[in-house]
């Protein structure tokens, strides 16, 4: 079994791809149930997991917020990466299909602003904190020594920030902006030491891509 560390920051990874993949075969396994509401299982599911185990998230305790200086420069990475990730979405830059598409349209074309609403709080809200708890604060550091926890992140290998960036990069489609993305987040949790700085930055790409996506239309990024 895991150490105790380990779990906290992978089992709500877990059940976050569980229900994508249940959200992506929802038609064959569940017929006549809408998958684009299964979104909302996160919330009730995740977002729970992370609530109850909060206090254990060393990283993401009060006295290790971020400077007010490094917060803003999180917000400008991640406006950076807002950017590349609209930019960087040529048929060679992408790699597969999406596992569960989310289009919050009714039958007349009309928005589903309730469907909205739970798609853009998974992805500005809670999405950021459990995975940069997994993707950076865990396996970024595992990769470097189990004892994961004990692990600066000021002085993570560069052989940690690539290896786990790929891993980040192989579930999303948009490979290249995938790479950038993860890179960058990595390179502010190295840079300062706190993860605070990554999750806002991942925080402020997502909300500001969901935002986006609602005013274009562009579901494909959904």
């Given at each position: 079994m895991p150490p105790r560390a380990a779990w906290l920051r992978v089992a709500p990874f877990m059940a976050f791809m569980a229900i994508l993949v249940l959200r992506g075969q929802a038609a064959q396994w569940l017929p006549g149930?809408?998958?684009?509401?299964?979104?909302?299982?996160?919330?009730?599911?995740?977002?729970?997991?992370?609530?109850?185990?909060?206090?254990?998230?060393?990283?993401?305790?009060?006295?290790?917020?971020?400077?007010a200086r490094e917060a803003a420069l999180a917000v400008g990475v991640g406006l950076a990466v807002f950017g590349l990730w609209i930019a960087l979405d040529a048929p060679w830059m992408q790699v597969g299909e999406p596992a569960a598409t989310f289009v919050p349209l009714?039958?007349?074309?009309?928005?589903?602003?309730?469907?909205?609403?739970?798609?853009?709080?998974?992805?500005?809200?809670?999405?950021?904190?459990?995975?940069?708890?997994?993707?950076?604060?865990f396996l970024m550091r595992w990769i470097d020594r189990p004892d994961f926890a004990a692990v600066d992140p000021?002085?993570?290998t560069?052989?940690?920030?690539?290896?786990?960036?790929?891993?980040?990069?192989?579930?999303?489609?948009?490979?290249?902006?995938?790479?950038?993305?993860?890179?960058?987040?990595?390179?502010?949790?190295?840079?300062?030491?706190?993860?605070?700085n990554a999750v806002i930055a991942h925080a402020v790409t997502n909300a500001a891509l969901g935002t986006?996506?609602?005013v274009t239309g562009s579901w494909a990024y959904w």
């Open positions: 149930v809408d998958g684009r509401w299964l979104y909302a299982a996160n919330l009730l599911v995740v977002a729970p997991m992370l609530v109850l185990w909060w206090r254990e998230y060393g990283e993401l305790a009060w006295q290790n917020r971020p400077l009714d039958a007349e074309g009309g928005l589903v602003w309730p469907l909205v609403a739970v798609r853009w709080a998974g992805a500005a809200l809670l999405v950021p904190v459990m995975e940069e708890l997994f993707w950076r604060s000021r002085i993570v560069l052989r940690a920030v690539m290896l786990s960036t790929f891993a980040f990069t192989l579930v999303h489609t948009q490979w290249l902006a995938a790479v950038l993305a993860g890179l960058a987040y990595a390179a502010l949790y190295r840079a300062t030491g706190r993860l605070w986006w996506v609602v």
